[in-house]
């Protein structure tokens, strides 16, 4: 049986946001006080302006630490787990309600499409009080997938 050889294929913004438009599991890395890195798993989208949204809550140390320091990464990983998978940089903020309402409209359409009742939606979200974070994306890397390095394909 042929080895799975490992890719890494450096792509352009436009390649960029088509992948990461498809896929929605992402871990999103801050810094905590202390300088170590915390992550956390993710539902993803790509916003109308080609940043990464997450939907969280205020009191999540994803959120406090975006607010301490938004230098992040998110790494967004397919569906299947041999999936590919990219690495992006970026600067985070955080929108607190009131002014997240549309923000977490767009984000729930760039995920999921359209809801039955943006009323209800709209509403869910305020009860909830959550928060969005927006990351807008400065680097990345390759868009990769896991395997053998070509030395070893044949063996």
């Not at 997450?54 to 140390?61: F, G, H, K, L, V």
Request: with cysteine.
């Amino acid at each position: 049986m042929a080895r799975t050889i490992a890719t890494n294929n450096r792509v352009g913004r436009d390649e960029l946001l088509a992948f990461l438009r498809h896929r929605h599991h992402a871990i999103l890395m801050t810094t905590r006080k202390d300088g170590r890195p915390q992550s956390s798993p993710n539902t993803c989208g790509v916003d109308t302006e080609g940043r990464i949204v997450i939907s969280s809550y205020p009191e999540r140390a994803k959120v406090a630490n975006v607010r301490r320091d938004p230098r992040v990464s998110v790494c967004v990983l397919s569906d299947e787990w041999n999936g590919a998978w990219v690495q992006v940089d970026g600067v985070a903020e955080v929108i607190d309600l009131p002014d997240a309402v549309e923000p977490l409209v767009e984000y729930f359409r760039v995920i999921s499409g359209e809801h039955p009742d943006w009323d209800e939606y709209r509403q869910a979200m305020r009860d909830q009080g959550k928060c969005l974070i927006r990351v807008t994306i400065e680097s990345w890397g390759p868009i990769a997938t896991g395997g053998f390095p070509p030395r070893l394909a044949d063996d």
